[in-house]
Structures are given as structure tokens and as C-alpha cells.
């Protein structure tokens, strides 16, 4: 795992991704990561270079406390979900077990992630004390760590500049009607997420009225 030029930590609980230290992070911890777009389904954990990606069975349904999810995640001229700090908010999302250091670092390569690729979207930090409402039928593993692809708050001003990406809104609501259970769909409607690409385009045009 290399390191680009330029990398710094410039988020709280940023995890600095170098190869040293995350290996010792899967020698000693059980490891988490934390969903709330398109890895809400198992089917959005497909195609990312996993050699063990979670199943329907894998996914555990919780609440992340202190984040708001909304099209954060900018990229080129493209807003996806993503997730920003404001204590006055939360939302639903999952955790999946990852097995292994290779499959953390194709997920995260996948994702656009500072520290394995120039072109960010997303930094990664820790928000193990920032997890809860997990289900009593399911333990984490113990000792774990809990990790999530999140934004800098810039970003939700970037966004106001983009489009919504195509397909993508349409694509994550369908997963989480297969697999998710009707609560969390409400719940996922009501902290930031959209039904399509219609509803998303919506947002970002009120949010660039509110900002003139």
C-alpha cells in the first residue's frame, strides 16, 4: 500500500493509511466499515476488488450519531452520498466485517480515498464511539474498530456546483428495498437520503437558492 504526495490528516479521528500501522490495526482489532450509500446492499459491495465482500447476512443494521449524510461525496462534476460532521444530526447505515487488510485497502481504493489515490472523494476516520442502536442479535466481534468514508464540510458548499450522479440515488434506493428492512428505509428517508435522481437534482437546487 503506497502513500500519495501531499497526504495529510486534516479530519478528526482521520486514520492515516499507511501499511505499518493498518496492519497492525487488523492484527489487533476485528474491523468494521460503515455504510450508508451505495453499500447499504450486498450488491454495492460487488465489483470493488474484495476477495470475501459481505452478504445480505453480513450487513448489520445501526445509527451513526453526530454525521449528516447527504450528496457531499463530490467527484468531478458528480455529487454521490457522503457523510459530514454536525452534532445536531445522525443517520442509518450498516457495518460490514472486513476479513482482511487487502480487501480494507480495494474497498478503499474503490472509494477515491486520500492516502491510496490523487483523485478524493472521501477520507476515512474512525467513528467507533460514534456507532450505536446496533441490533442486540448482533454482537461485534470484540476488540473492533469502525470506520467510515467521510467528507470535508467544504463540501457541502461544492455540491451546490454539481449535478447528481446518474443512476446512482436510484440504484441505492432499490437495494435498500430488497434487503433493508421498511423502518430503516423510512428512517434512511428521513436523515438525507433520496428515492431517485429526481429527488436528489431537487436538493442540490434548493440548497444553491439557500446559499445565494
Not at 442486540?136 to 457541502?156: G, M, Q, T, Y
Request: charged share 25%; proline share 5%; with cysteine.
Amino acid at each position: 500500500m503506497e502513500i500519495v504526495s501531499k497526504y495529510k490528516l486534516v479530519l478528526k479521528n482521520e486514520v492515516p493509511v499507511y501499511r505499518e500501522p493498518m496492519e497492525k490495526l487488523f492484527k489487533d482489532y476485528n474491523v468494521y466499515v460503515f455504510g450508508y450509500g451505495s453499500l447499504l446492499s450486498s450488491s454495492g459491495w460487488t465489483r470493488r476488488g474484495m476477495k470475501n465482500p459481505p452478504g445480505p447476512k453480513d450487513l448489520i443494521e445501526c445509527t451513526i450519531k453526530g454525521f449528516e449524510r447527504g450528496p457531499f461525496g463530490v467527484f468531478g462534476h458528480l455529487a454521490y452520498y457522503g457523510i459530514i460532521r454536525n452534532a445536531r444530526k445522525h443517520c442509518n447505515g450498516v457495518l460490514a466485517p472486513i476479513k482482511n487488510l487487502r480487501d480494507w485497502a480495494n474497498l478503499m481504493f474503490s472509494e477515491h480515498i486520500a492516502g491510496l489515490t490523487d483523485h478524493v472523494n472521501y477520507r476515512v476516520i474512525d467513528v467507533t464511539d460514534e456507532v450505536c442502536c446496533i441490533s442486540d442479535a448482533h454482537k461485534l466481534e470484540k476488540p473492533f474498530r469502525i470506520h467510515a468514508v467521510c467528507n470535508r464540510p467544504s463540501n457541502s458548499h461544492k455540491m451546490i456546483d454539481c449535478l447528481p450522479a446518474p443512476w446512482y440515488y436510484g440504484y441505492v434506493w432499490d437495494g435498500i428495498l430488497s434487503e433493508r428492512s421498511d423502518s430503516f428505509a423510512q428512517e434512511f428517508l428521513k436523515t438525507g437520503g433520496f428515492k431517485d435522481q429526481l429527488e436528489a437534482a431537487k436538493h442540490l437546487e434548493k440548497e444553491a437558492g439557500n446559499d445565494d
